[in-house]
């Protein structure tokens, strides 16, 4: 890893919350070339078991997976990555599940890898790094970032089992965004820019770089297909993500 990807893998290991987590895990998938990320840990402390899952599939891709009751990720690609010791390139199984993974690349999920990772009393879980595109360049690309892909979700794993540890209870959905659309940042993001909030104040008010903030509309204005923060208000409140008015 280069400098500025040991300081963002720095930044996952001192992550202090779940949207501190997946703030940081993004901007590493981000700087290695993938579009998008999923995480998914499951942990036992305490005789308490907890999830954690962010990511930032595209929500076309979400909406379809939901309405048929299907994982996100094409199926069974978590089933057989967990079967795995070492990272799953998804180039592996497309050929034998053509039909989800067609399905999936017309919602921008063209190729990737899945790493999964182990730990004591059963946890695990399942990081996700995925191109928008498939093609003989994104899986060389693909290929020549696993080194980096499984060292960045073990400290995804590492991180968020000291996040599970710390605390057994669930953790707190900043605005309740439904069905997951939206991150807890992106969705404090949009709140404060429906407020008319410009990405300085956005930044001061949640304590966190107006470069992160514009990272976070980028985000959800591609999920939610605007062209403009204004647009990414009238639409969230069009789908309900948030209520119009004060």
């Known amino acids: ?9 720095n930044g996952i290991l001192a992550a202090r919350s779940q949207a501190d987590l997946e703030e940081a895990g993004l901007l590493v998938a981000r700087e290695l070339g993938f579009r998008h990320l999923m995480f998914h840990g499951c942990f036992s402390w305490g005789g308490a078991n907890r999830d954690i899952h962010f990511d930032n599939f595209p929500v076309s891709w979400r909406r379809y997976c939901a ?28 050929l034998e599940h ?3 993974f067609a399905k999936a690349a017309e ?9 999964p990772v182990r730990g004591p009393n059963g946890q695990w879980s399942l990081t996700s790094f995925v191109l928008a595109r498939s093609g003989p360049s994104a899986e060389r690309r ?3 970032a696993l080194p980096d892909c499984q060292l960045v979700a073990c400290a995804l794993h590492g991180a968020a089992a000291r996040l599970a540890r710390q605390s057994a209870s669930p953790p707190r959905r900043i605005g309740g965004s439904p069905n997951g659309v939206l991150s807890d940042r992106e969705y404090q993001c949009l709140i404060e820019s429906a407020r008319g909030k410009t990405t300085a104040e956005i ?28 647009h990414a208000v009238t639409k969230a ?9 004060p």
């Open 67 to 94: 309405a048929r009751g299907r994982d996100v990720l094409p199926v069974p690609l978590r089933r057989l990555a967990l079967e795995e010791v070492t990272p799953l390139l998804w180039a592996r199984v497309s």
């Open 1 to 9: 890893m280069g400098r500025s990807k040991a300081l963002r893998l």
């Open 142 to 144: 693909t290929v020549g």
């Open 237 to 245: 409140i069009s789908l309900k993500l948030i209520a119009a008015g």
């Open 203 to 230: 930044g001061q008010a949640l304590q966190i770089s107006e470069r992160t903030v514009a990272f976070h509309l980028a985000n959800l204005r591609r999920k939610l297909g605007a062209a403009n923060s204004r």
């Open 98 to 100: 053509m039909r989800s």
């Open 107 to 115: 919602h921008g999920l063209g190729t990737g890898a899945s790493c």
